[in-house]
């Protein structure tokens, strides 16, 4: 199979994938149900690449498991996170401003763009497992795993400093604000990043790999502007003491927090 026909071939299986899952959505009514399979999608389309390019080497099963590693433990933890939630405010305003056509309305501008972001975050992917690729690990695999284990750590760490603190009652309304959540307002979506740019450094070693750099800008964009950090934080606004904790930590990049001058005294 030729790598185009491959690519082609794997896209498709995405888009069966998120099809599916609204078929299921609709019984449930729940377009949020989408959300879990972001993660296990691009497992699917690693597998799935491997298989139709016979990347039998190991540097392309290294990174399958990687993607495997990450994608069904962040499917687990939403899955998990969401369970006895109802559908996500995002997908309900969707509901209620169209409740006659969203069913044909979210299968395009829901669960098909998924599968259309999916395709093209995932390019890193198919270059690891494109025939050109090195078949051994060559020495800027030594920054990609860096930055994959940088970014996976903070994705789990900051998942599980986060849940600790919603499961304390005492703590509800307040701002999480110790921990990987002192450096940075975000750090799984910054590890989500960072864990992506690391799998579009494994992409540079195939002869025309920077391409796929695309797909972890997409990534960072996606997490930066539409469904990460301006999404949160204009739910967080009003939460008493977000305010200040905006004005000391950082929004993403992790960094020491800034502290404000105390006031000049008389």
């Not at 599916?20 to 690449?49: C, E, Q, T």
């Not at 997908?91 to 093209?120: E, H, K």
């Not at 790999?209 to 934080?233: Q, Y």
């Not at 305010?243 to 001058?261: K, L």
Request: aromatic letters at 12%; proline letters at 7%.
């Amino acid at each position: 199979m030729t790598p185009l026909a491959a690519y082609l071939a794997g896209s498709l299986l995405a888009l069966a994938l998120t099809t599916i899952v609204w078929a299921f959505s609709l019984r449930a009514r729940d377009a949020s149900l989408i959300d879990r399979f972001w993660g296990p999608g691009f497992v699917l389309l690693a597998w799935s690449w491997r298989a139709l390019l016979v990347a039998d080497h190991p540097r392309a099963l290294l990174v399958a498991l990687l993607v495997t590693l990450w994608g069904l433990r962040l499917g687990w933890h939403i899955t998990r996170r969401n369970r006895g939630h109802g559908e996500d405010p995002r997908y309900a305003a969707m509901r209620a401003r169209s409740p006659g056509s969203f069913a044909w309305t979210s299968l395009v501008t829901v669960f098909s763009l998924q599968a259309l972001l999916l395709a093209i975050v995932a390019a890193p992917l198919f270059a690891v497992m494109h025939p050109l690729a090195p078949r051994t690990l060559v020495p800027l695999d030594a920054l990609a795993l860096l930055l994959w284990t940088t970014g996976f750590a903070f994705e789990v760490v900051g998942d599980a400093q986060l849940a600790r603190f919603k499961r304390d009652p005492a703590r509800r309304g307040t701002v999480l604000r110790t921990g990987l959540w002192a450096w940075t307002r975000h750090p799984n979506y910054f590890g989500d990043a960072c864990l992506w740019w690391g799998f579009g450094v494994f992409a540079l070693a195939t002869p025309g790999g920077w391409i796929a750099l695309g797909g972890p800008v997409l990534m960072t964009f996606l997490l930066r502007r539409i469904s990460g950090v301006t999404l949160l934080e204009s739910a967080m606004a009003k939460r008493p003491g977000y305010a200040e904790y905006v004005a000391e930590t950082s929004a993403f990049v992790p960094r020491p927090p800034r502290r404000r001058a105390a006031p000049a005294r008389d």
